[in-house]
């Protein structure tokens, strides 16, 4: 069982950049492959970003070049280091957790960032 916990949402202009951070407890941290996923108002959850136990990351064509997923495992830790954000990232951030044996994934409360003025 992992429990995952964001944090680090919050109210950001254009242009401006945030830090996510998700904690996750439990056993084995470092065999997960860990993700930021996100939610708009009226639309579906869709990838953002994830990141493989031997650091490979995937990023969603819309934040290439502007966010940075990574992750400490000595702190059981994922990060998405946002930058040059625009109005169309405002969206609830969920962490996932995935791990193939046994299909096994376990998700985040999320939390919100919204972009404005």
């Known amino acids: 069982q992992v429990q995952l916990v964001e944090s680090g949402g919050g109210l950001v202009q254009p242009g401006g950049s945030l830090r996510l951070s998700c904690a996750a407890s439990?056993?084995?941290?470092?065999?997960?492959?860990m993700g930021w996923y996100r939610q708009a108002p009226g639309k579906q959850r869709e990838l953002v970003a994830t990141?493989?136990?031997?650091?490979?990351?995937n990023y969603a064509d819309s934040v290439k070049g502007r966010f940075t997923i990574s992750r400490d495992n000595a702190k059981n830790t994922v990060y998405l280091q946002m930058t040059s954000l625009k109005s169309e990232d405002t969206a609830v951030y969920y962490c996932?957790?995935?791990?193939?044996?046994?299909?096994?994934?376990?998700w985040g409360q999320g939390t919100l960032v919204t972009v404005s003025e």
């Open positions: 990141i493989t136990d031997d650091g490979s990351t």
């Open positions: 439990g056993s084995g941290f470092s065999v997960y492959v």
């Open positions: 996932n957790a995935y791990r193939s044996y046994k299909r096994l994934e376990y």
